[in-house]
């Protein structure tokens, strides 16, 4: 999960995916990053971590880092938030086979929408709500095609 400062949207997405995979029993590795270094060894916004603990999610306890190219190696997805992102992850890919593996994460409930999730960082609390929404939809999908 690849967002911007890796604070706000994918600490959500990772700890949502991570605890819909440990609900069905799926041993899959999850992990998030951001393409900015500004907030590197942070744990996620308060909005964003007092959002997810609203619903049942933990992600107090992340901490954030950059993406990095040998993330290509260590995982068969990236799903990022938005364009920019796409374009940011795909710059540092080395193969075909890399850029493959990259996709705006609302393709999974929109396929081929390429629908950004919205950076919530600027704005208030809803916004947060907004994303934990969207990002849980599309965690679904994605859980219930590995299942
Ligand atoms: P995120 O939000 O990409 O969802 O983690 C952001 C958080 C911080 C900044 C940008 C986006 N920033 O520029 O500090």
């Known amino acids: 999960m690849v967002c911007l400062g890796?604070?706000?949207?994918?600490?959500?997405a990772e700890g949502i995916l991570r605890h819909k995979a440990e609900k069905e029993d799926l041993d899959?590795?999850?992990?998030?990053?951001?393409m900015g270094p500004w907030h590197?060894?942070?744990n996620p916004d308060y909005r964003a971590n007092f959002?997810?603990?609203?619903?049942?999610?933990?992600?107090?306890?992340?901490?954030?880092?950059?993406?990095h190219e040998?993330?290509?190696?260590?995982?068969?997805k990236i799903y990022v938030m938005d364009r920019n992102n796409f374009a940011d992850v795909v710059s540092q890919a080395r193969?075909?086979?890399?850029?493959k593996k990259v996709d705006l994460i609302l393709n999974l409930t929109k396929p081929g929408s390429n629908k950004p999730v919205t950076d919530p960082y600027y704005g208030g609390d809803e916004g947060f709500d907004k994303v934990f929404a969207l990002l849980d939809k599309a965690c679904d999908v994605l859980v219930n095609s590995l299942k």
Do not use: H, W
Request: proline share 2%.
């Open 95 to 99: 193969t075909d086979e890399d850029i």
């Open 6 to 12: 890796n604070i706000c949207r994918s600490p959500m």
């Open 40 to 42: 590197v060894g942070e």
């Open 51 to 67: 959002t997810a603990r609203k619903y049942g999610v933990d992600i107090s306890t992340l901490i954030a880092r950059q993406f």
């Open 70 to 76: 040998s993330d290509f190696d260590r995982f068969d």
């Open 28 to 34: 899959i590795e999850v992990d998030s990053a951001g």
